[in-house]
């Protein structure tokens, strides 16, 4: 059980489009979702918390308005990178939770973005 | 701010040996987890300790938390080449209610000589 997958798992896209990556609880009613940023060989930065229904909060230093997530029902949580540039190529992982699960986050494989 | 500062940044050793890993953290936490990051991919939990517990087993894992030293250890006994991976420790700060935001140490990245 508790299964978070990811969509897509790589991307390449060219500089100035967007891009939407998508996070999904496949057994389980997420209702907080996490999304992580991770570089070569680092460990994973918070970007964002998201609760169904609400809008997201961002970590300090996030853009908002570039990294837009919104987390729509208690299974799916999208992330689209607007307006691309390669400083964003990225591992982008997202992170799954339930009220009631004694505080542990499910994480998705993640999903390799490369910006051209 | 980050915490959950782990050491070694890197450990290679033999297969069959024992791999310690440790982490630090600089303020109060809920509870501490570990988990495990295979190259290129998600990261998988391997075990929690809550701040009122000392000591936690699953399997080959041994997961210690000493809140006065506000450190933990993960040992990996008897050491597998599967066992390779990056091991992450990740302190969770209780929200009011609902999910924990964690904060993830910088790694161990340790890698298993067959």
């Known amino acids: 059980g508790a299964v978070v997958s990811q969509h897509p798992s790589r991307v390449i896209c060219k500089s100035g489009t967007s891009v939407k990556i998508e996070c999904r609880s496949l057994?389980?009613?997420?209702?907080?979702m996490f999304w992580y940023r991770q570089f070569p060989k680092k460990s994973l930065m918070l970007m964002a918390t998201?609760?169904?229904?609400?809008?997201?909060?961002?970590e300090q230093g996030v853009e908002k308005d570039k990294f837009l997530i919104n987390h729509a029902s208690l299974t799916l949580s999208t992330l689209t990178v607007t307006s691309a540039h390669p400083e964003d190529s990225s591992f982008y992982i997202c992170?799954?939770?339930?009220?009631?699960?004694?505080?542990?986050?499910?994480f998705g494989p993640g999903t390799r973005l490369t910006v051209t | 701010s980050q915490q959950g500062e782990e050491d070694p940044q890197a450990l290679s050793i033999q297969e069959g040996e024992n791999a310690t890993m440790n982490c630090s953290y600089k303020?109060?936490?809920?509870?501490l987890q570990w988990y495990r990051q295979n190259s290129g991919r998600g990261l998988v939990h391997l075990i929690l300790?809550?701040?009122?517990?000392r000591e936690k087993h699953s399997g080959r894992l041994r997961v210690t938390l000493d809140t006065s030293k506000k450190s933990s250890s993960l040992l990996i006994t008897a050491s597998r080449a599967a066992d390779t991976a990056s091991y992450f420790c990740?302190?969770?700060?209780?929200?009011?209610?609902?999910?924990?935001?964690?904060?993830f140490g910088q790694g161990t990245r340790l890698t298993i000589n067959p």
């Open positions: 303020t109060s936490i809920n509870n």
């Open positions: 998201s609760n169904e229904g609400s809008k997201a909060t961002y």
């Open positions: 057994d389980f009613q997420a209702t907080t």
């Open positions: 300790i809550r701040s009122n517990e």
């Open positions: 992170s799954a939770a339930q009220w009631g699960m004694r505080g542990e986050q499910y």
């Open positions: 990740a302190t969770a700060e209780r929200r009011g209610q609902g999910a924990q935001k964690l904060v």
